[in-house]
């Protein structure tokens, strides 16, 4: 299993920007794909971002592409979404999650999740 630790959200203005940021603990990343995820109040929980590990293609919701950007640092065992030009309805509690097999964009592929950060983007 991997532990996961998000920090970074908070309270921001429409077109502002923030980073979360999610260090992750455990066993290796090394197989794995990093996402994030985010849940507003009364929604169901939605793909964000993905990136494997070890390199390749990243994957992005229709809703974020070009105005968020998913990472990752080797070093410090830590990935990150940074958010930009971010919107009223970019507001949900955003979740860094790990996938070892299945699509990215799929909930059910993911197992390790973190307790999540809250975004709010006030208009």
């Known amino acids: 299993q991997v532990q996961l630790v998000e920090s970074g959200g908070g309270l921001v203005q429409a077109g502002g920007s923030l980073r979360l940021s999610c260090v992750a603990s455990?066993?290796?990343?090394?197989?794995?794909?990093m996402g994030w995820f985010r849940q507003a109040p009364g929604k169901k929980r939605e793909f964000v971002a993905a990136?494997?590990?070890?390199?390749?293609?990243?994957y992005y919701a229709d809703s974020v592409k070009g105005r968020f950007t998913i990472s990752r640092d080797f070093a410090k065992n830590t990935v990150y979404l940074q958010m930009n030009s971010l919107k009223p309805e970019d507001t949900a509690v955003y979740y860094c999650?790990?996938?070892?097999?299945?699509?990215?964009?799929?909930?059910?592929?993911?197992?390790?999740w973190g307790q999540g950060t809250q975004v709010t983007v006030s208009s």
């Open positions: 999650a790990t996938r070892y097999s299945g699509d990215y964009y799929n909930l059910a592929s993911y197992d390790d």
């Open positions: 455990g066993r290796s990343l090394s197989t794995l794909t």
């Open positions: 990136i494997p590990w070890n390199g390749g293609s990243t």
